[in-house]
């Protein structure tokens, strides 16, 4: 049982790797991808300064706690778009009939659908959630606790894609005649 959970997490690890390694092959607009969503993510808090400089506290929360609630959102959006993009992307795969090369396969369908693809400016949010944990402050702790809940984020973020059928169904009800129980 542990073995096998420890081979799917191989396969994960060198799905994404693989992924990345595509997307890099023009290297300016992966990095530009990655720049310009550190900063439109930035904008964002610009925002919030300018509403932290007129009032110190808003709702009892101090620029530091939103920096951090920020910065965990989108480290949990980086990490679910760089590992699992395609749990999102499901009801398009199923509709367009492009899960047949999966199956031939001899390893989890499942997981191989999920993990075939990798959202390049997905890795300018998980950066950007880092940065904002610098900001609000940085020691081993925190940062193990950051990690630990952008992961476990990441996985229920992907579980709840996985398991909400209501995409699936609209998108199927507008372009075919097939009933859902």
Partial sequence: MLMEAKNQIKVIILSVKYNIMRQMTNKV???TNILFMILNNASFI???I???SLKDEIGGYTIKEVLLLWGLAASTYGIAHIVFLKAFEMPELIINGK???FLVQPKNVFLSVITSDTRVSAIGDLIYGY???CLYGITIKN???FTFFSITGAIILTAFASIARKPIILACKSRCTCRFA
């Fill in 99 to 101: 899960l047949d090369s």
């Fill in 131 to 133: 940065i904002c944990l």
């Fill in 50 to 52: 300018i509403l932290f």
């Fill in 143 to 145: 940062f193990l606790l």
């Fill in 29 to 31: 607009t992966f990095m």
């Fill in 46 to 48: 610009v925002q919030w």
